[in-house]
């Protein structure tokens, strides 16, 4: 049994395809996905995370429309740093990634390796927040606010665990020096991801701003 | 060739790695029919022992005092172990039953041989998404054995009621916690699995499979896949704020002010409402989970047996993807007693009224496909025939409830219970039957008794509608559901002969199914040996030996010349062209 799903990602790309296009052109590849498929694969995933969020947004919005309870929540300013670290941290990747495309491998495992490391550091940075908050008294209980905050950074936060996990599958395998032309895509679906995931705290973030 | 060949994989060996963490789509698919066919067994008896109790409300059981030692006391049922056994009759059959054979099993099985693809984009997250699934039944089962045994909440979990612990009722506490927690799991689960066949679809079609090539099936199955994708993610979400609710002391859905067994709750400002609107914005497109896949294997049925091709094949694409884009706006249509405004009722009204025009395109073109045609009458091609009679007369009751003002009187009466019953219950019980008889030959190499279906298909097919017909005579009379016994009701007692037939013909109705898994187990192991196209049918799966090899295709990749359903094509030398015959085939007509 694989350990782990990433090694449905991990395979030598297809052999390029007779027809082109949009599937039905056929080739053959392997059993299991292909480099387009996890790409498709990616997409959907990031169609599911974006539905689960808007469900959350629907909530917030009619959460507090509705209601006369809901207390305005400051935010720690620790979360601007925070932000801050994540941009920072997708602006890595993506010099990584163009350094690879350049053929700088050293430059690409210095350049994720800190992308990695700025998104743990988010990651603690929240977890800062958090501690902030309730050493203010502010608990998950305590406002409708305060219970969206904590539910969406946690919702949140997980999606960065997932993140960060196959950031830290592709600087090991990096760092082994065993990137060669098949682990691409997993650079690319990783990165993507990561892009991803950082759009949706700058969402929350204005969403916070805005109606929090 | 030689190349390709070189892709061919060899069967893992072991036990483990072939039967149990297996990566074929094709043995997970298997794991997944067995799952919903334990979780319907359980579903079913559940619904034996409600129709019991209706009818016998005071009888003393000794097996429910064995059972239920708390809830049933001396043998005597309570009206909250009667909710409890619909929660967990709605949702296993709902969740576990409706929404893993048709696509975990059947979609699972026979998309990637239907497509020509060796296997599933992601078999890693394939075997994943079974090993979640039951994860999720485990859990949800053992809400039966905890403390104050299973919720009372119904399958659609409406808060407050399931949201503030056990102070509610038995069942309210542990018993519900589960059952959330195992919706959750189901929908984390069910995005593996959405993932996988959306990937699968789009990218590994062999050659010549062009969108327009694809079985209807797959169309089905690909739709359906969207559809859990979208709304199992807003179910999750919702899953997780019900959590919350319940154990972290916040208010999402709980109001302020409640009174509850002479305690006021701390909660406040929630809104009930807000569930509700979450909750059936998963809940309307899950009917379409339900039902679309018996939609594609009955059009696959009706073509192979009447032995002509689909009826206005695009127009059946366009009328999925049509009730797949519909189903998302009409959830309101489930809360027309919620006090939403008049105008809101009217637009959700108007666009489910809207979705009766696709739903009735595909009507028309099944008895189009039938018109005219040399029908063999195969027990396959009964329970798809049977599909459609079903699919008509409770999509005939779905338009009274879909006005407003008709829906205010039959919302909480046994119309809705009739009406959900045979379009999205037994309907999609029947494409299952109708996938189980048509593809038995291709998943276990042998054939299925055609008597014993056919006695099974004649009972169940008189049973099913002599249980669900009377309960829309119920509804109207006024009848309300979810009452535990009818008996304390003046108004009720007229009415009671009707339903002492109803639960005759539910035992009848349960017992025949005895005789579908004789004929299911007995042919596995005893069936006449089936050829490789048993049906003369047409798509790739009929192209390869029953059973399939571990990859498939034996690492050659198939190429697609004709469309899905070339029946009785003129000029072609017999009855029927496979889409991977050669084009020539196809020049003489």
Known sequence: MPSSITSDIIKPPAPPRGGGGFGGGGGPDGRGSSRRASMTGLMVLLAATTMAFAAFTSAFVVRRGMSNDWVGLTLPRIVWVNTAVLLVSSLMLELARHALKNGHRTAFNGYWTAGTLLGGLFLLGQGFAWWQLNEAGIFVASNPSSSFFYLLTAAHGLHIVGGLSALAYVDVQALRLRLGPGKRTAVDVSALFWHFVDGIWLYLMVLFLVWG | MSESLAHAHHAPEGFIRKWVFSLDHKVIGIQYYF???????????????????????????????????????GGIMTPELYLSLMTMHGTIMVFF??????????????????????????????????????????????????????????????????????????????????????????????????????????????????????????????????????????????????????????????????????????????????????????????????????????SQILATFARKAVFGYRAMVYAILSIGFLGFLVWGHHMFMSGMSPYSAMAFSVLTMAIGVPSAIKTFNWIGTLWGGKIHYTTAMMFALGFVSLFITGGLSGIFLGQPALDLYFHDTYFVVGHFHMIMGVAAIFGMFAGTFYWFPKMFGRMMNETLGKIHFYITFVGVYAIFTPMHYLGIAGNPRRYSDFTNFDFLGKLLPVHNFMTQAAYGTAAIQILFFINLFWSMKYGKKAPMNPWNATTLEWTIPSPPPFDNFAGHHPVVNHGPYEYSVPGAPRDFIMQTDPVEVHADS
């Open chain 2, 97 to 298: 039953v409706l929404t893993t054979a048709p696509q975990g099993g059947f979609g699972n099985y026979f998309l990637p041989i239907q497509i020509g693809a060796e296997d599933m984009a992601f078999p890693v997250l394939n075997m994943l998404s079974f090993w979640t699934t039951l994860v999720a039944l485990v859990v949800m089962v053992s809400a039966f054995f905890v403390q104050g045994g299973a919720p009372l909440s119904g399958w659609t979990g409406y808060p407050p009621l399931s949201g503030i612990g056990a102070l509610a009722g038995p069942g309210e506490g542990l018993g519900q916690t589960l059952w959330i927690v195992s919706i959750a799991i189901f929908c984390g689960a069910s995005l593996m699995g959405a993932i996988n066949f959306i990937a699968t679809l789009i990218d590994l079609r062999c050659q010549g499979m062009s969108l327009m090539r694809l079985p209807l099936t797959c169309w089905t199955w690909f739709v359906t896949a969207i559809l859990g994708l979208l709304g199992f993610a807003v179910l999750l979400a919702a899953g997780v704020l019900l959590i919350l609710d319940r154990s972290a002391g916040t208010s999402f859905f709980i109001p302020g002010g409640l009174l509850v067994s002479d305690q006021i709750l701390s909660h406040k400002g929630g809104s009930p409402l807000l569930w509700q609107h979450l909750f059936w914005f998963f809940g309307h497109p899950e009917v379409y989970i339900a039902i679309l896949p018996g939609m594609g294997v009955t």
């Open chain 2, 35 to 73: 799952l919903a066919l334990f979780s319907v067994l359980i579903g079913m008896s559940l619904s034996v022992l409600m129709r019991f109790h209706m009818v016998h409300p005071d009888a003393k059981v000794s097996l429910f005092a064995t059972l239920w030692p708390t809830a049933a006391q």
